[in-house]
């Protein structure tokens, strides 16, 4: 029997088809007058029977909850409860060796998951050899890496010292961080101070001019902005994040407002320190001609929310995420210290002139702490403006939200988006939500010269690896 032929409903008839499948699928109809919409559609944890098992035990939708499934909802309850109630305030300002726990002589701080001198990257390479030309422990950018090869320095991830830093995010024991403290829970973050944006440290250069600023933050910038901190009794960085998201940024790559914020808060405590004028001077004009300065505050904000959860039992929330410029590394709150990780992406975005992709290193940067915490890429509908650094279009950002909505366990209490209704920010990336939809968390990001020496080269945005989310659910699934 043969079914006969009957041409596909146009427009006319008012009948219209969803296609799942193939795009072709669509275009076909399409191309003979019909009215056919294509949904990008995959199925659940990309077709893989083992992970759908896994969900199936952990993520099983409905009111009929197995027990662990009930002690998962709850645990991600209470760990939404500690995230959105961390407080943030800047509190001092102190030589890293006397206030981050674990940091003495002989150990350099960096960003991302462990990694070995041998197998670091350019820019870390550089930021380390640096930071020991800084410390006085070498004379030369050769002597340095000679060093650094020779087994007499320790290096160890900023994230297992309470600490984060941006891109190579290397802390040497002469550098003064930033302590923000979280009142609600009674921990501490650290992270050193922004240099500006270009030719610096956390990105590789390592040059005279380099060292010299360092060393003038060491000796003038940092003690003359403590002063002015213990001076105000704590600077409420958590409130000036949430103002700042209702004025453009999303406090990742766009800390325009942020860094105009703290200013105004900081400013009539410099006026009434023993500063000079020209010494008033001096720090304003830094402070305010680098739009990522507050980077640096915010990035310890979010760090003190995450780290509530950190080791928090049947929590299948993500607690930190970091990069090294080699892998992308995420931890898991329920799964404590363990690192998972995949290969660190190559940010898609715009270059500095004369510079291109065939330059750029691999993504790295404990900057998405911020992610993690419910800001940065994750609020980019909040900053449309972060497209003209980034890349894109200005219809880019408020998708981006839309779509970490998805793998977001709730929103925000107090991180606000105005061009949503004041909707909250996503928070709380869910693996289970990750492996299920296939999609994983958006990154704002600057971009590193591959070479070490070299310093920023551009801005962009791009995506965590999958697998990392993956490996992390099979582990929580073998967890009783």
């Known amino acids: 029997m043969t079914t006969p032929h009957r041409p ?46 896994i969900l199936d035990r952990l993520h099983r939708p409905g009111p009929d909850l197995g027990e662990r499934q009930r002690r998962i909802e709850a645990a991600n309850r209470e760990a939404i409860q500690r995230l959105v109630n961390a407080q943030a305030v800047l509190v001092d300002i102190r030589p890293a060796r006397e206030v981050v726990p674990g940091l003495d002589e002989e150990t350099i701080l960096h960003a991302g998951p462990p990694v070995s001198w041998e197998r670091m990257c350019g820019p870390m390479q550089g930021a380390v ?23 007499k320095v320790r290096f160890a991830p900023c994230h ?18 930033f ?87 900081i400013f009539p405590h410099l006026l009434a320190s023993d500063l000079t004028k020209e010494g008033v001077h001096q720090v304003l004009a830094f402070i305010s001609g680098n739009n990522h300065f507050f980077l640096n505050l915010s990035m310890p904000a979010g760090k003190l929310a995450a780290d509530t959860i950190f080791g928090l039992k049947d929590c ?81 950002a408020p998708q981006v939200t839309r779509e970490m909505y998805e793998i977001a366990y709730a929103r925000h209490r107090d991180y606000q988006i105005p061009a949503f209704d004041f909707a909250g920010t996503p928070l709380g990336v869910d693996i289970r939500k990750v492996v299920e939809r296939g999609s994983t968390p958006y990154i704002n990001t600057g971009i590193a010269h591959r070479q070490p020496g070299i310093g920023q080269v551009g801005a962009g945005i791009l995506r965590a690896p999958l697998s990392c989310f993956e490996e992390a659910l099979r582990a929580f699934d073998e967890l009783e």
């Open 8 to 53: 596909f409903p146009g427009p006319s008839t008012g009948l219209a088809t969803i296609n799942l499948g193939l795009p072709g699928f669509a275009e076909a109809v399409n191309a003979q007058g019909g009215n056919a919409l294509h949904v990008q559609w995959r199925p659940p944890a990309s077709g893989d029977p083992q992970l759908q098992e």
């Open 129 to 151: 050899a640096g930071a020991l030309v800084y410390e006085g422990r070498a004379s030369s950018f050769d002597e340095a890496c000679a060093l650094a090869a020779s087994g």
């Open 160 to 177: 297992h010292h309470r600490s984060v830093g941006p891109m190579a995010g290397v802390i040497s024991p002469l550098m003064w961080v």
């Open 179 to 265: 302590v923000l403290h979280n009142p609600a829970h009674g921990n501490r973050a650290f992270c050193t101070l922004n240099e500006g944006l270009g030719k610096v440290l956390r990105f590789g250069a390592y040059d005279a001019e380099v060292i010299e600023r360092l060393r003038w933050m060491e000796r003038f910038l940092a003690p003359e902005l403590a002063k002015a901190v213990r001076a105000s009794g704590g600077i409420n960085i958590k409130a000036i994040i949430a103002q700042a998201l209702q004025m453009g940024d999303e406090l990742h790559n766009r800390n325009v407002a942020g860094t105009s914020l703290f200013i105004r808060a």
């Open 316 to 396: 299948t929330l993500m607690c930190a995420m970091a990069r090294n410029g080699v892998e992308l590394g995420i931890r898991v709150a329920g799964l404590g210290p363990r690192w998972f990780t995949g290969p660190a992406g190559l940010p898609q975005g715009l270059y500095f002139g004369g510079y291109g992709a065939a330059d750029a290193n691999r993504d790295l940067g404990d900057s998405t702490i911020c992610e993690t915490a419910g800001f940065g890429g994750f609020a980019m509908a909040c900053a449309p403006a972060i497209v003209q650094f980034t890349g894109g279009s200005a219809s880019q």
